[in-house]
């Protein structure tokens, strides 16, 4: 059975990074052909693709957020990371770790329970 947990601070001041792992059991990150993804869904509003970072460990990212995003992995411990710098309280959201079927698919087979992250002083 695979499982995906999302861990990192539930409260991030304006302006400073935020950062959250997932860890992942059940399978492997290098696995072909998965894309392992950051999904996120602010109060009120749908979800939002974030980025990814494929079995190979190639990176792509939303264009509105490319600026600000970096997903990196470390597959010793089988994780993959989220880091959003200059946050603003529009970057309030419950995020998502999530399994593509391929790094372009909008398909997701496995999906952590999401981590609640606010955005304030």
């Known amino acids: 059975q695979v499982q995906l947990q999302e861990s990192g601070p539930g409260l991030v001041k304006p302006s400073q990074m935020l950062s959250l792992t997932c860890t992942v059991s059940g399978a492997s990150i290098t696995t072909n052909y998965y894309g392992w993804t950051w999904i996120r869904q602010p109060p009120g509003k749908g979800l939002e693709w974030m980025g990814a970072?494929?079995?190979?460990?190639?990176?792509y990212y939303s264009p509105s957020l490319m600026s600000r995003t970096s997903i990196s992995r470390d597959t010793s411990k089988n994780q993959f990371s989220l880091q959003l710098s200059s946050v603003t309280p529009e970057d309030t959201a419950v995020y998502y770790c999530?399994?593509?079927?391929?790094?372009?698919?909008?398909?997701?087979?496995?999906w952590g329970q999401g981590t609640q992250v606010t955005v304030s002083s």
């Open positions: 970072i494929a079995y190979d460990g190639n990176t």
């Open positions: 999530a399994r593509g079927l391929s790094i372009w698919s909008a398909v997701y087979d496995y």
